[in-house]
């Protein structure tokens, strides 16, 4: 079984950053891991991915230009940095490997438990 273990969330003022971590027991080389969100009474919503093999990314309209993806194959982590940040950012980011080059939730199958990101006005 595949676990990712997400980490870095916390409470932030508005313009602010973070950069959270998500530690992978494997990661294939075909892997496309990525980045979800979800706010109270809203969908989960996709915020960026990665294709482990060739590094091709890939952002939500709404973080393009304020947020990174990024890789560590040694230590098997993506990373995303967030810059800018946006009361709108609030909202648990789960970490998530697929195999598909998608952003809708059910094309991943293994996903990490949450973590908390608030950011205040």
């Known amino acids: 079984q595949v676990q990712l273990v997400e980490s870095g969330g916390g409470s932030v003022q508005a313009g602010g950053s973070l950069r959270l971590s998500c530690a992978a027991s494997?990661?294939?080389?075909?892997?496309?891991m990525a980045w979800f969100r979800q706010s109270p009474g809203k969908e989960r919503e996709f915020v960026a991915l990665?294709?482990?093999?060739?590094?091709?990314?890939l952002y939500a309209d709404s973080v393009k230009g304020r947020f990174t993806i990024s890789q560590d194959n040694a230590r098997n982590t993506v990373n995303l940095q967030m810059n800018s940040l946006k009361t709108e950012d609030t909202g648990i980011y789960y970490c998530?490997?697929?195999?598909?080059?998608?952003?809708?939730?059910?094309?991943?199958?293994?996903w990490g438990q949450g973590t908390q990101v608030t950011v205040a006005s």
């Open positions: 494997s990661i294939l080389s075909s892997s496309v």
């Open positions: 998530a490997r697929g195999s598909r080059y998608a952003t809708i939730p059910p094309e991943y199958d293994f």
């Open positions: 990665i294709r482990w093999r060739g590094r091709n990314s």
